[in-house]
């Protein structure tokens, strides 16, 4: 006899326990619901950070937020007076021991076994893992192992953003922590749109990251060298500690995920298309999938919502992917001009996908042209748009 759950979740990575965790604090609470994962999360395997001008459930375990940005480029700095937004950092080690402690409380059960098959019968799924079998009136499949995702459909483009990152210690208490760096471009680009990302999380310690956004990963060791070329140039740090290191690939892609795997079977997270393909952020969107999926099931009896971007967002990101694609070296200049030119407020807008179409024109009238133009040809002639 198989043991059922009104809700199993395939995978129990950032979006399964959001998603849980909103159910628990819902009128769902109460339902049976299985998390299904090999890994017990005890690392601090990542850090999560967005942008948000509103209160979102995690903001208990939040580490540190900035309301000022600095965006560094050759030749100018910009110093991005957020409000109303902030901009917020969740280490992954606090989110994985907050989450499976108020899960557990709440009775949700958590299984330690690598899912094989999700099989979809009349009126119920069965997921298998390890050889055993569980039935579940809804599944939730956010399996998803961060290795380099690469289709060869022409119709898309497949770019990464792979980075590595050093939480680093200096005696000398060298950062300001009033503020964080979200872009600076003094990295050397060759061809490819690189940059480094600065988190103080004290006057003494930072995470400081490596980021390409590209096709194809680089050497390992191009990584660490370029890392610490920028902590000695540009930091200006020949004696620091490395406390903590990660790495990782997150899918840059306008091929549309789906969302349906069966009936009654939801991609969620990664795997459900919830990473922005033009920027690689995915915490908070997973938060805002996980609240409609909750509301939805409560008032339809059915976990699939209709919350539907725009398509012009879609469009958006494949001329952006299409830039840095074909032209990883305009990544600076295109970069530099968006947030010369625009609020940063728009820009979040935009990447929110929630400003007007006025909004947005605005904010495209303000980008060099010829890329875009050429960019949206290209799509119009592959049928891309
Ligand atoms: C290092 C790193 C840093 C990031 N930083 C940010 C950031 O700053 N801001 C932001 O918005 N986004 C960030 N992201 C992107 C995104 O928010 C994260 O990848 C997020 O964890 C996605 O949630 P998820 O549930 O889809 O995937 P994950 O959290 O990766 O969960 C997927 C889970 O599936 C499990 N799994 C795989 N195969 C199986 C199987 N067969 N059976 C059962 N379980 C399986 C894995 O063990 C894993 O726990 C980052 C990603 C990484 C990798």
């Not at 000022?68 to 280490?91: K, N, T």
Request: hydrophobic share 40%.
């Amino acid at each position: 006899m198989q043991q059922r759950y009104d809700y199993i979740l395939a995978g129990g990575g950032a979006a399964a326990r959001s998603l849980a965790y909103q159910m628990i604090s819902s009128p769902l609470s109460g339902r049976r619901i299985l998390i299904i994962d090999p890994d017990p999360k005890l690392n601090n395997d990542r850090t999560w950070c967005f942008w948000s001008a509103d209160p979102t459930p995690f903001d208990p375990i939040v580490h540190r937020r900035w309301s000022v940005l600095d965006f560094v480029a050759e030749d100018f700095v910009l110093q991005l007076d957020l409000a109303p937004y902030d901009y917020r950092v969740i280490r992954g080690i606090d989110f994985y021991n907050h989450t499976t402690r108020t899960l557990k409380a709440a009775g949700v059960h958590f299984l330690q076994r690598r899912v094989d098959t999700i099989e979809q019968h009349t009126d119920h799924t069965v997921v298998t893992a390890d050889g055993e079998a569980y039935a579940g009136d809804w599944v939730f499949d956010s399996r998803w192992d961060a290795v380099p995702y690469r289709r060869d459909n022409p119709r898309y483009h497949y770019l990464q953003q792979h980075f590595l990152g050093w939480v680093i210690r200096a005696d000398e208490a060298p950062f300001d922590t009033t503020r964080a760096t979200l872009f600076d471009l003094r990295t050397p680009q060759d061809g490819m749109f690189r940059f480094v990302y600065t988190l103080p999380f004290s006057a003494s310690e930072a995470m400081v990251e490596y980021t390409v956004f590209s096709a194809n990963l680089l050497p390992p060791q191009e990584y660490r060298q370029a890392l610490s070329t920028y902590i000695e140039s540009h930091l200006g740090l020949n004696d620091y500690r490395i406390l903590e290191e990660e790495s990782c690939v997150i899918p840059m892609t306008d091929e549309p995920f789906p969302r349906a795997a069966g009936e009654r079977v939801m991609c969620i997270g990664t795997r459900g298309g919830r990473v922005k393909a033009s920027s690689g952020y995915a915490f908070l969107r997973i938060q805002h999938d996980s609240a409609a999926i909750v509301r939805s099931l409560i008032e339809s009896g059915s976990p699939f919502h209709g919350r539907r971007p725009a398509p012009r967002y879609h469009t958006f990101d494949s001329l952006l992917l299409q830039i840095l694609y074909r032209h990883g070296d305009l990544g600076a200049r295109v970069f530099s001009n968006l947030f010369r030119r625009n609020p940063v407020q728009r820009i979040f807008r935009l990447l929110d996908e929630d400003g007007s179409l006025g909004d947005n024109i605005a904010l495209m009238s303000t980008v060099q042209w010829w890329p875009f133009v050429k960019a949206w040809l290209k799509l119009r002639l592959t049928h891309r748009v």
